[in-house]
């Protein structure tokens, strides 16, 4: 596999207080299957699709006081270099460079906004073996209140070329890599709860958004809102039934024109 560009989302996991109820929910939602859970790493435990990883499961630490959530990664070919950063521009590191047996070197981090976000240094694990097709990732928002703070602090640890949609109703950014697109800032409004904390909105592709929202309310879960339809994919926010917050998209199923970035 092709070493990611620096910055390039590359892996995502969700952390659970019932790592048995993750696995139920996801696995019928997307088709996941999974591999053995590592005890020697806190039953981490990958899902794949088609034979290829997509993400991964892990249960909550006792005594955390972090929601259920979903975590991004983005790509670093030095993982203190990205720790240093981090530091310089006002962000909190939470695991500074460690290095997880033989897969990789993991920053964990807060943004100066309130966002949890992580950076891996890939060894033996690249990270996403499927994106864009049904039960993969396909997008990713980063959504705080303090965008400021965010724009000043991302784009000083990673390459990204920011682009600003012409918008009087959504406050929102793209961050690119080499022209690619690869991630999205979202300013959160009052359509927020009040108590919401920052977060990372992780986006999974589906075959069909409203057959998907039928099986997670069936299994416990919420819509959030929509489904809505746009030029990138008719798409959903959700709740899982531990109360992790994901969007589904169909990226086939595309509807309207696309907006103006400058």
């Not at 897969?103 to 906004?113: C, E, I, K, L, R």
């Not at 000083?156 to 999205?184: C, L, N, T």
């Not at 929202?213 to 994919?233: D, E, I, K, M, N």
Request: proline share 8%; net charge negative; glycine share 10%.
């Amino acid at each position: 596999m092709a070493v990611r560009p620096e910055g390039t989302p590359c892996w995502a996991d969700g952390m659970f207080p019932d790592l048995a109820a993750a696995k139920s929910f996801y696995g019928e939602l997307f088709g996941w299957t999974f591999g053995e859970s590592s005890e020697e790493f806190g039953n981490y435990t990958q899902a794949s699709v088609d034979g290829g990883t997509v993400a991964a499961l892990m249960p909550q630490e006792p005594g955390s006081e972090r929601p259920p959530a979903w975590n991004l990664y983005f790509a670093t070919s030095d993982a203190r270099a990205t720790a240093a950063k981090i530091r310089e521009n006002g962000g909190t590191l939470i695991a500074d460079s460690v290095e997880v047996g033989g897969f990789g070197t993991m920053v964990v981090a807060q943004d100066p906004s309130g966002i949890h976000f992580s950076a891996w240094q890939p060894a033996s694990h690249q990270g996403f073996e499927r994106t864009g097709t049904p039960g993969a990732y396909a997008w990713a928002d980063l959504c705080t209140r303090e965008v400021r703070k965010a724009d000043a602090f991302f784009p000083s640890v990673f390459p990204f070329e920011v682009k600003r949609m012409e918008s009087d109703q959504v406050d929102y950014h793209v961050w690119s890599i080499g022209g690619e697109p690869v991630a999205g800032r979202l300013r959160m409004t009052d359509n927020f709860p009040a108590d919401a904390p920052p977060f990372i909105n992780v986006y999974f592709a589906v075959a069909g958004v409203d057959a998907a929202v039928a099986t997670v309310r069936r299994l416990g879960g919420q819509l959030l809102y929509g489904p809505h339809p746009s030029p990138f994919g008719r798409f959903a926010p959700v709740m899982d039934q531990q109360g992790a917050v994901f969007t589904l998209i169909d990226p086939a199923d595309k509807e309207g024109e696309t907006p103006t970035f400058s």
